[in-house]
């Protein structure tokens, strides 16, 4: 508080402006539309009411014909499992791969710059790709588990209720794998070697060393890569339009294509914006925990 | 005399002036703007091109807006007060913006045209233009849906390819024989997508049986639902029928891995082109012999704005736009919704054939509602159809259900 004053009295205020800048950036472009979100949810909003901003407040009227809907809980339950299969899934396969590449074999850092077409790619047309992929009768991934003698019948991963939210969560964990390859390798590269020839000396196996200095040192990285899984996992909605459109009967639909189905297909504004607002809780709420568990790092 | 005759001349030449310069310029003032889904190769940028030609003072502007956004873009655009004069709505979202009185009245304008006549079109198309008796806009163009079969594979299989399954149980009895998965063919192709696509499909099949959308737990839509179970059950049809819009389903029929398919004459062009077996269509099958017929209406109704500065000079563009209705077919490919123009012969004797099952089924076409509500009711049906065929609810259950939400919609 001090030093803000301070800057103020002294006339440059230059630091204000540095801050300011961005502050104002983020408050016209995020905060607005945020608030303006949140106050659709307690508001009636028709679909002509939606050029105006003020229209009948109606409480938690909302909220409460949102979760007597029957759907309502499988569609969370069904986020929540989006969500932590895909960063686990991302993750899992991000390090592995990561891992593989660190090890600098010939060519490595060629074939990983490869690795990042996947990211780079539009989500519908990732999702177009694997609509086909994941296509019944023709697909190629039941190609490939007939072939290989896994299953003996197609698997109709579209439209069997039991795998539709597991065939987005595949394409889904392919979509994101090598973004998480490539922030895992930036943090792999910035650990001093030294540190593993010592540990070698000392007679530390692969295992001790991976688990004593590979991963204590990118605690920052993978935090960061948690909480940007979060975001981006949330944020996925291209390939539920271009695969399963959330069908059959809501088993694949998740809550950030309910809330556009809501608002774009139902015109029903209030419902959709309720169905954020409850998203965006429990992003503030990932968000504290993940800004908890990395405070150290900062304060170091 | 002289002199008065010259100076009479003269006053005409300088009026004729007067008007000549300014005429032109107060027309310009005038100016209707259209929007509509249409690209290129459809009717509304071409009609609109053509008008202008005919210099008729009224300058028509064209903004194609994509399908998925021009019912957003055209509320966004009537709210904030810049929405367009005319527009080309598909005709479930009719009602939508006629009920909110969104759309000029044009009924009484209608009365005195001579180019716009109600008794002209086909009912469905009509009805979904009307809101509580009053005419809310023309029909543009309709489709409907009908039974495609493989002539070929009818023949391959002991069926008769000049008689066509009419009834449910002989549709069913056909897919049955026609089903080869060594070969990888399904019996029947069609939609029951969690989309529009799947009401789509699935209405007209619970309207043969007595049922509508606001009754639609009836034993008829039951039925309905149960005979759309027993193709997915017993696998006559893909699995993937739950998920796949009706463009790829048909698309399965053109590769030759469904014997049948369920869609609408807008497949045509593609079949001709595709198909490569002798292929036919026939009305959609009904319960039993001699019972109503239905099917479903599709594309889009003209309408004008209420927020319009021009009712008149937007009425007129309408006009012409529906003077045009006979090149609806050849021009563009797409079915006029008028009875009283014959669609003409292309040629094609396949698709020509075709075309004439189409104009009959059109007859039988229901508009879906007309409401203002229509999304969330359509999509209690298709919640309903999508948890019977999965098995999750019994039909009758899951029409109950839908009933109960379209209830609550109703109120």
């Known amino acids: ?300 | 005399m002289g002199i008065h005759k010259y100076s009479l001349l003269g006053g005409a030449f300088a009026l004729a002036c007067v008007l000549g310069l300014y005429a032109p310029a107060q027309a310009e003032d005038v100016t209707i703007t259209v929007w509509s889904q249409d690209r290129d190769v459809r009717p509304a940028p071409n009609l609109v091109a053509d008008y202008n030609k005919l210099n008729t003072g009224i300058k028509v502007e064209y903004r194609e807006v994509p399908f998925d956004d021009l019912v957003n873009e055209a509320l966004r655009a009537y709210s904030t007060g810049q929405a367009p004069d005319i527009i080309a709505v598909d005709n479930p979202e009719h009602a939508l913006f006629a009920s909110r009185g969104a759309f000029l009245d044009l009924t009484d304008m209608i009365a005195k045209s001579t180019v716009i006549k109600p008794e002209n079109y086909f009912p469905g198309p009509l009805a979904s233009t009307m809101w509580k008796d009053r005419h809310y806009g023309v029909p543009k163009a309709t489709n409907t849906i009908a039974l495609y079969y493989n002539k070929d594979m009818f023949k391959a299989k002991g069926l008769d390819p000049d008689r066509p399954p009419q009834t449910w149980a002989e549709l069913v009895d056909a897919a049955r024989k026609l089903t080869d998965p060594a070969a990888n063919v399904y019996g029947i192709a069609f939609s029951a997508k969690a989309s529009e696509e799947g009401t789509f499909q699935f209405l007209p099949w619970a309207q043969m049986a007595g049922a509508t959308y606001e009754n639609i737990n009836t034993d008829g839509a039951v039925k309905a639902l149960e005979l759309w179970k027993t193709f997915l059950d017993e696998r006559l049809a893909s699995p993937d029928t739950l998920t796949r819009g009706q463009s790829d389903s048909t698309g399965t029929f053109n590769s030759g891995n469904a014997a049948m398919a369920i869609s609408g004459p807008w497949e045509l062009d593609r079949m001709v082109a595709e198909a490569k077996f002798d292929w036919g269509v026939t009305l959609l099958p009904v319960p039993e012999e001699g019972a109503e017929r239905s099917s479903s209406m599709g594309d889009f109704n003209w309408a004008i704005f209420s927020s319009t500065k021009h009712p008149d000079e937007a009425f007129k563009v309408l006009e012409y736009f529906v003077s045009q209705d006979d090149r609806m077919f050849g021009d563009f490919g797409l079915l006029p919704a008028r009875a009283d123009i014959a669609v003409a012969e292309t040629g094609q004797p396949l698709k020509d054939a075709a075309l004439k099952v189409f104009v009959e089924q059109l007859k039988y076409a229901k508009p879906r509602g007309p409401h203002p509500e229509w999304p969330k009711i359509s999509k209690a049906i298709q919640d309903a159809i999508q948890s019977a065929l999965t098995g999750q609810m019994s039909s009758k259950e899951a029409l109950d259900q839908a009933a109960k939400k379209i209830k609550a919609v109703l109120g």
């Open chain 1, 1 to 300: 508080m001090k030093g803000i004053l301070s800057s103020i009295v002294d006339g440059k205020g230059f630091d204000i402006a540095l801050v300011a800048l961005p502050l104002t950036f983020l408050v016209t472009l995020s905060g607005l539309p945020l608030i303006y979100n949140v106050l659709m949810s307690f508001q009636q909003v028709d679909l002509f009411s939606l050029g105006t901003f003020w229209r009948p407040f109606v409480g938690l009227k909302n909220y409460a014909e949102l979760f007597a809907q029957p759907e309502t809980w499988p569609i969370f339950a069904n986020t929540a499992i989006f969500v932590v299969s895909s960063i686990v899934g991302q993750f899992l396969i991000g390090f592995g791969l990561a891992l593989f590449f660190w090890t600098n074999f010939p060519g490595a850092s060629w074939l990983r710059g490869l690795f990042l077409v996947s990211w780079v790619m539009p989500g519908l047309v990732v999702g177009a790709i694997w609509n086909w992929i994941l296509s019944g009768d023709f697909g190629v991934l039941n190609f490939l588990l007939r072939e290989s003698g896994l299953t003996n019948g197609n698997i109709f991963w579209r439209s069997d209720p039991n795998y539709s939210l597991w065939g987005v969560i595949v394409a889904n964990i392919w979509f994101g794998t090598s973004f998480n390859m490539i922030l895992l390798s930036v943090g792999l590269s910035a650990i001093p070697s030294d540190l593993y020839e010592a540990a070698e000396l000392d007679g530390a196996n692969a295992w001790q060393r991976f688990r004593t200095i590979t991963l204590p040192m990118m605690r920052s990285s993978i935090g960061a890569l948690m909480a940007l899984g979060l975001i981006f996992t949330l944020q996925q909605f291209d390939l539920f339009a271009a695969i399963t459109n959330g069908g059959p009967n809501n088993s694949s639909n998740v809550a950030q294509y309910w809330a556009w189905e809501l608002s774009f297909r139902q015109y029903d504004f209030a419902k959709g914006a309720t169905v954020s607002v409850i998203m965006i809780v429990f992003v503030i709420l990932a968000s504290i925990v993940y800004v908890r568990s990395t405070r150290h790092e900062v304060r170091r």
